[in-house]
Nanobody, 128 residues
């Protein structure tokens, strides 16, 4: 099992940008899938982006496609980034990083039940 720590959340005005980081520690293999989820008050946790540890098979939810980018940090290979541009008030949520050693992202939309390891979450608030 891996240990995940998110950072980079905060308060931003609509139209602004934030970059979230997920630092992973432990034994991580190239087969790992990494995902970003978010959960707004009163709503279910939803997958918004995912990527293989090798950097392939990127997934984006329709709600963030074209605005968010998931990637490995070239400077720190144990970190997965979520660059969020064009933020909207409806993006306000707690954002979670997740990892799983067996999930095949090519098989379909990732679900929270697919991931075995989770970070503690970081709050993102977008003001209008």
């Amino acid at each position: 099992q891996v240990h995940l720590v998110e950072s980079g959340g905060g308060l931003v005005q609509a139209g602004g940008s934030l970059r979230l980081s997920c630092a992973a520690s432990g034994r991580i293999f190239s087969s790992y899938a990494m995902g970003w989820f978010r959960q707004a008050p009163g709503k279910a946790r939803e997958a918004i982006a995912a990527i293989n540890w090798s950097g392939g098979s990127p997934y984006y939810a329709d709600s963030v496609k074209g605005r968010f980018t998931i990637s490995r940090d070239n400077a720190n290979k144990n970190t997965v980034l979520l660059l969020m541009n064009g933020l909207k008030p409806e993006d306000t949520a707690v954002y979670y990083c997740a990892a799983d050693p067996y999930l095949d992202l090519a098989a379909g939309t990732p679900m929270s039940a697919d991931f075995r390891s989770w970070g503690q979450g970081t709050q993102v608030t977008v003001s209008s």
